[in-house]
């Protein structure tokens, strides 16, 4: 209770800062990790009746170990922090589970207690919510009806309230205190039963059937399974060995006998599905190496080709062995040499050297720009595994490459908020060095089109001029609107070698021009070397013109802009605002 209103009382004050605390947030999250450790401590002190010093030395550690997380977090967000985060949150509620029930068989009474958990949860959130909303309802009645000023940050302050603190009063309330006890209680909800046997079993054997007729197809068209394919056969895998731990009191009743062969029969239809997974997953890494996510479906896969053997030959009794073996999994991948963390970095470095050997960009340790055209798919795959190590800052290797001279690059931009545009500029900066052009993650073939626009909030003085108008140029056209002043009429376009925006007056005549070139190259320059995206100062965006007839300043407000041969932009479509005089 003091972990969940510390965190309560941290968010809350995240808010009221405005966010702008990352470490603050970072202290929320290592704070949380004491409901399920502070809970596992308390049981296991009550479980194992523990003595008070014994149970206070536990309850210090505890204490340390939440700072030691703060510390594993690092710069909070990053992926690898918060991969591990999620790591150790699973191992401490599956520890949660099973530590009182480590000791002797108490398989009811591990499945009772577990029950007990799982409905209890259940409750606090709808209660938790229906609570949220009724209390809610009645800030914005007090605002609407007595005037009195709500601000919207109270709601969150509520619902952080309510679902930290409330919701885990609630939860904490309905742990058993007997465990021994719970061995000969024989009671099964009957809206549990109901889920487990007409809803969830009929759906995992959908599934499942889809899945085996979807193997069936790949036998048949000899085609790799989709990569999506291994998130589906986890998604069912979950459902499934939740509805075999609902369901598993009702495979000894002699009327429901026929869930017991369900749970057999489930696992083993599941060991096709969960080769298919492993090959799915394998194409991909054998294509881009591995990453977290990769990892942790090969990992899945594999614990449930094992979780299904030991089922389909050893029958649906010591359930304990799920839990167990999940907390121990998370556990031993979370650091070390094996961790998901340490093989992503090892595989994504070697494909990344193995790229830059083949583009003759790395000899004798040393990388070097590139001389010429690097093909699309290279650099989109060079600017990807960049942007993979700045995230997770692995980017010792990469240094040494550089000769270190990573420090004098501006890898990260002082502008650049967030991680992902934090590991986003970097990426571009070491892609600049390289004299190649960063690709975007959303870049799935080479573009030859960029758009621009210019950043608002500018303020120029336009004194000196007579005349203003909003125009489009598209493709070199003229303006879809000709132009009226002092009874002449004119047309704005952009000249034949499209590097030149100009206006024209009756029989074509050239009145004035203004070059784009200059603007055009400061814009192609920040496009190589921002990470960003394609929004422009105002300044830049200026172009000053005329000629024997007009005076004029034309602000370009977007554009959209091709690549020219000479690795420039020209342009093929302009809008924004003219301001001119007739001289």
Do not use: C
């Not at 869930?259 to 083993?268: A, C, D, E, H, K």
Request: no cysteine.
């Amino acid at each position: 209770m003091a972990a969940a209103a510390l965190g309560a009382a941290g968010a809350i004050m995240n808010e009221e800062w405005a966010g702008n605390h990352p470490r603050l947030e970072q202290a929320v999250a290592s704070v949380l990790v004491g409901l399920p450790l502070f809970l596992l401590i308390h049981i296991s002190a009550e479980r194992w009746r523990w003595s008070r010093s014994r149970k206070i030395a536990s309850f210090a550690a505890g204490v340390g170990l939440l700072g030691l997380v703060y510390l594993m977090l690092g710069d909070w967000p990053n992926p690898v922090g918060v991969g591990r985060y999620v790591q150790l949150q699973a191992t401490l509620h599956f520890a949660v589970a099973v530590v009182p029930f480590v000791v002797g068989n108490g398989f009811n009474a591990f499945w009772q207690f577990n029950r007990l958990l799982f409905v209890r949860f259940l409750m606090a959130g709808v209660f938790s919510a229906v609570l949220f909303g009724g209390l809610a309802v009645a800030l914005a009645a007090t605002d609407e009806l007595l005037g009195v000023n709500i601000r919207n940050n109270f709601y969150f302050y509520l619902w952080v309230v309510i679902a930290l603190v409330f919701q885990s009063w609630f939860f904490l309330g309905g742990i058993p205190e007997e465990f021994d006890a719970l061995e000969s209680r024989s009671d099964y909800p009957t809206p549990l039963r109901v889920f487990a046997q007409f809803i969830l079993i009929p759906l995992v054997s959908l599934y499942l059937l889809l899945l085996t007729v979807y193997l069936g197809k790949i036998i048949v068209t000899t085609t790799w399974p989709s990569g999506s394919v291994g998130y589906l056969v986890s998604s069912v895998a979950v459902a499934g060995v939740l509805t075999v731990l609902l369901a598993y009191p009702l495979r000894e009743q002699e009327e429901h006998k026929w869930v017991g062969i369900f749970s057999r029969w489930y696992f083993i239809g599941l060991l096709p599905s969960v080769v298919m997974a492993l090959m799915a997953a394998w194409k991909r890494i054998d294509q881009y190496g591995f990453t977290e996510n990769r990892y942790a479906l090969i990992v899945l896969a594999l614990w449930l080709g094992a979780i299904a053997i030991f089922y389909a030959t050893q029958g649906i009794r010591n359930i304990k062995v799920l839990p167990a073996s999940l907390a121990v999994l998370f556990a031993v991948t979370m650091f070390g040499p094996w961790s998901a963390y340490a093989v992503s970095k090892r595989s994504q470095l070697n494909r990344l050297e193995r790229i830059f050997v083949e583009q003759e960009l790395l000899a004798e340790g040393i990388l070097s720009p590139a001389s010429g055209d690097v093909p699309f798919e290279a650099r989109r795959e060079i600017s990807a595994i960049l942007r993979f190590l700045f995230e997770r800052e692995e980017t010792k290797q990469l240094d040494r490459w550089l000769n270190s001279s990573l420090a004098s690059i501006d890898t990260v931009q002082a502008t650049a908020s967030g991680t992902v545009y934090r590991a986003g500029a970097g990426a571009t900066a070491v892609m600049t060095h390289l004299n190649m052009r960063h690709v975007n993650q959303w870049e799935s073939s080479p573009v030859d089109q960029y758009y621009m626009n210019a950043e608002t909030g500018g303020v120029f003085d336009i004194a000196g001029y007579d005349y203003a108008a909003m125009i489009s140029i598209a493709d070199g056209a003229i303006s879809s609107d000709t132009l009226l002043a002092d009874g002449m009429a004119m047309v704005v376009g952009l000249s034949d070698g499209l590097d030149s925006v100009v206006v024209k007056g009756p029989q074509d005549e050239v009145l004035g021009a203004a070059a784009i070139s200059p603007a055009l190259d400061e814009v192609w320059r920040r496009m190589r070397e921002s990470y960003q995206g394609s929004s422009m100062p105002q300044e830049i965006m200026r172009l000053d013109g005329g000629g024997s007839g007009i005076r004029f300043v034309f602000f370009i407000s977007s554009g959209r802009l091709s690549e020219s041969e000479d690795d420039g932009f020209l342009a093929l479509n302009l809008a924004g605002d003219l301001y001119f005089s007739l001289r």
